[in-house]
């Protein structure tokens, strides 16, 4: 096998778990791939996925098949979009317990979109959820 993140690792799980001999090798001296955190001095660079949402089935059932509690494993914070000039689209953390506001108000407050950015986001979101946030598996 190669690699030591995400794909490399869901390899060797399954060719172990078929069987086989794995061996992980990372060409990198901290493993991870690009979910690996880089460091800076005394600080470390987040270098992995910022976002994951529930599309990410594959992700969430390796977690659970290694025994990782995806409350353990993530971060969760309020959406937030933004440009370097601060610029963008930034949930509420107050209507987190209300989701579709929490959007609906970060969507309509987002500053340097147009408000046609914001309908058609906001449509693809309505019909997002009215498809029950299922979609074509095949589909990346």
């Given amino acids: 096998m190669v690699g030591a993140g995400w794909a490399g690792c869901a390899a060797a799980l399954k060719a172990a778990r078929s069987g086989h001999q794995v061996t992980v090798f990372e060409a990198s001296r901290?493993?991870?791939?690009?979910?690996?955190?880089?460091?800076?001095?005394?600080?470390?660079?987040?270098?992995?996925?910022?976002?994951?949402?529930?599309?990410?089935?594959?992700?969430?059932?390796?977690?659970?098949?290694?025994?990782?509690?995806?409350?353990?494993?993530?971060?969760?914070?309020p959406l937030q979009l933004r440009k370097p000039d601060g610029s963008g689209l930034s949930a509420s953390a107050k209507l987190a317990k209300h989701p579709r506001l929490a959007v609906a108000g970060a969507v309509l407050g987002a500053s340097g979109w147009s408000?046609?950015?914001?309908?058609?986001l906001m449509r693809t979101a309505i019909r997002w959820e009215y498809q029950h946030f299922d979609c074509d598996s095949a589909a990346t």
């Fill in 30 to 77: 901290v493993p991870g791939g690009r979910a690996r955190k880089v460091p800076i001095g005394q600080h470390s660079l987040d270098n992995g996925q910022h976002i994951l949402i529930g599309a990410y089935t594959d992700t969430l059932a390796l977690l659970k098949s290694l025994g990782v509690e995806e409350k353990d494993a993530f971060l969760r914070i």
């Fill in 115 to 120: 408000w046609l950015d914001k309908l058609s």
